[in-house]
T-cell receptor, first 114, second 113 residues
Framework: AQTVTQSQPEMSVQEAETVTLSCTYD???????LFWYKQPPSRQMILVIR??????QNATENRFSVNFQKAAKSFSLKISDSQLGDAAMYFC???????????FGDGTTLTVKP | NAGVTQTPKFQVLKTGQSMTLQCAQD?????MSWYRQDPGMGLRLIHY???????DQGEVPNGYNVSRSTTEDFPLRLLSAAPSQTSVYFC????????????FGNGTRLTVT
């Protein structure tokens, strides 16, 4: 079974600074997809960014970017110019290409200090 | 466009009671799933469905039943509630394509006493 590990239960960053959240995963598959979701205190799950495993280029979405290292099975999220609204729990997720199931990590709670 | 709608938002049950958590989506998504979120444990997959009439077990299926009679609805049934089922439950759906992200409902907070 695939596993997703987020080794940082909590992280904090100063407003306007940059922070990187770590995610590693274990799989024997070659085709899969990776996602980062954000869960603010409202409890709503929001997609932040996605990465296709067959693409070597790292995905970017405005202030959010990933560092995807397929050989190392690592998928970290970098948040630049952190804002107070970025404070949330962040989940890394793995999607199995054929089965369609998503596996989530345990989450990282990000605090943004003003 | 309502997206994914879960009801109820909150529920308190006594041990042994049964209930159904409702989930409906209006985006014509083929894939639907149920997760539970416990403190410090992220989201764990309970059951999922890749289309009407097709369901399968996830990581933690015991104590829960599902059915998918229509594309829109995917109810989760607790057969005999136990305190270990106290959790926040999320329903999520997406298109069948693998790059499609999950769309989540707002969750149901269930407490079993």
């Amino acid at each position: 079974a695939q596993t997703v590990t987020q080794s940082q239960p909590e992280m904090s960053v100063q407003e306007a600074e940059t922070v990187t959240l770590s995610c590693t995963y274990d799989t024997s598959e070659s085709d899969y997809y990776l996602f980062w979701y954000k869960q603010p205190p409202s409890r709503q799950m929001i997609l932040v960014i996605r990465q296709e495993a067959y693409k070597q280029q790292n995905a970017t979405e405005n202030r959010f970017s990933v560092n995807f290292q397929k050989a190392a099975k690592s998928f970290s999220l970098k948040i630049s110019d952190s804002q107070l609204g970025d404070a949330a729990m962040y989940f890394c997720a793995y999607l199995e290409f054929n089965a369609g199931k998503s596996t989530f990590g345990d989450g990282t709670t990000l605090t943004v200090k003003p | 466009n309502a997206g994914v709608t879960q009801t109820p938002k909150f529920q308190v049950l006594k041990t042994g009671q049964s209930m159904t958590l409702q989930c409906a989506q209006d985006m014509n998504h083929e894939y639907m799933s149920w997760y539970r979120q416990d403190p410090g444990m992220g989201l764990r997959l309970i059951h999922y469905s890749v289309g009407a009439g097709i369901t399968d077990q996830g990581e933690v299926p015991n104590g829960y039943n599902v059915s998918r009679s229509t594309t829109e609805d995917f109810p989760l049934r607790l057969l005999s509630a136990a305190p270990s089922q106290t959790s926040v439950y999320f329903c999520a759906s997406r298109f069948g394509g693998p790059t499609s992200p999950l769309h989540f409902g707002n969750g149901t907070r269930l407490t079993v006493t």
